[in-house]
């Protein structure tokens, strides 16, 4: 148990010297921040998965099938929105980054500003 609580914590606040350097613990910030936003997009507008892209492919499936309270146009914008992300990220990351962890920071706090704006709105 004693084991199972030290990784833990460095996997949480990792030594600086970690090969990894801060990528553990942000992509653990992203995973909260990714089930979070898919449980709001879900329930506040219109059963729609905005951060995982399976479960509209499905409800898209569904509402051309004709299923009862689910809108194909719905899951047509978030697949549409989620592909333009998916460029967006695809370019940043072809960019030659001195270490990953930092590249993954900068997703993070583009995402963070994103996601803080869609709020706003």
Not at 29 to 50: K, M, P, R
Not at 52 to 64: H, K, P, Q, R, Y
Not at 81 to 110: D, I, K, N, S, Y
């Amino acid at each position: 148990m004693r084991a199972l609580l030290a990784d833990a914590l460095r996997t949480l606040a990792p030594p600086r010297t970690d090969r990894h350097g801060p990528l553990p613990p942000l992509m653990l910030l992203l995973t909260v921040t990714t089930g979070v936003v898919d449980a709001v997009s879900y329930l506040a507008l219109g059963h729609v998965f905005v951060a995982n892209m399976t479960g509209n492919v499905v409800f898209l499936g569904f509402a051309l099938a004709g299923a009862p309270g689910l809108s194909a146009t719905a899951s047509l914008v978030s697949l549409a929105a989620f592909l333009a992300g998916a460029l967006a990220g695809g370019r940043l990351a072809a960019r030659p980054a001195a270490h990953r962890g930092r590249l993954l920071a900068l997703a993070t706090g583009v995402q963070s500003v994103l996601t803080a704006a869609a709020a706003v709105t």
